[in-house]
């Protein structure tokens, strides 16, 4: 019957440990939840700003840097943005990223991109 009992114990134990370690994952960032918005407060909002909405100086007098208005040059479905993203406008300050973010980074921030879009994005400060 301990025998039973240490079986038990053990048990328990370890399925104690399966939410603590998720706790500590989550509270560590391992979390990939926010990487879109991430990326962009990086690499993205000092010419978009953080609300997508180019009030920039270095975006200013570019209507095509607004990424809220609905207003696409280059094209509003999800492949056009990624391509763009990835390839940069040559005519523009608009950089190339592929070279700069891993192929997760560049899904994660265009996904932001398309939300930015939808205006379901809640101001940032
Ligand atoms: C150096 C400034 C700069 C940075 C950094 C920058 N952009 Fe841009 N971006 C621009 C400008 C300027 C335009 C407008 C291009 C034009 O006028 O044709 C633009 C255009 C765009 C467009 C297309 C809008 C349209 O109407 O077709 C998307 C999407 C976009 N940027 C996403 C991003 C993302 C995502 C990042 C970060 C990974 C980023 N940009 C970083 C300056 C920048």
């Given at each position: 019957?301990a025998?039973?009992?240490?079986?038990?114990?053990f048990?328990?134990r370890?399925?104690?440990?399966?939410?603590?370690?998720?706790?500590?994952?989550?509270?560590?960032g391992?979390t990939?939840?926010n990487?879109?918005?991430?990326v962009?407060k990086?690499?993205c909002a000092?010419?978009?700003?953080?609300?997508g909405?180019?009030k920039t100086?270095?975006a200013?007098?570019?209507?095509?840097?607004?990424?809220?208005?609905?207003?696409w040059?280059h094209g509003?479905?999800r492949?056009?943005?990624?391509?763009?993203v990835a390839?940069g406008?040559?005519?523009?300050p608009?950089?190339?990223?592929r070279e700069?973010?891993s192929?997760?980074?560049?899904?994660?921030?265009?996904?932001?991109v398309m939300?930015?879009?939808?205006?379901?994005?809640p101001p940032?400060?």
């Amino acid at each position: 019957m301990a025998a039973m009992k240490q079986k038990l114990l053990f048990f328990q134990r370890h399925l104690l440990a399966v939410p603590v370690v998720c706790l500590i994952l989550t509270a560590g960032g391992c979390t990939k939840k926010n990487a879109g918005s991430e990326v962009f407060k990086k690499k993205c909002a000092s010419c978009h700003g953080l609300d997508g909405k180019a009030k920039t100086k270095l975006a200013q007098g570019r209507p095509f840097a607004d990424l809220t208005d609905g207003k696409w040059s280059h094209g509003s479905d999800r492949e056009s943005v990624f391509k763009l993203v990835a390839d940069g406008d040559p005519k523009s300050p608009m950089p190339p990223f592929r070279e700069r973010l891993s192929p997760e980074e560049l899904n994660a921030v265009v996904d932001h991109v398309m939300k930015l879009a939808q205006g379901t994005v809640p101001p940032q400060k």
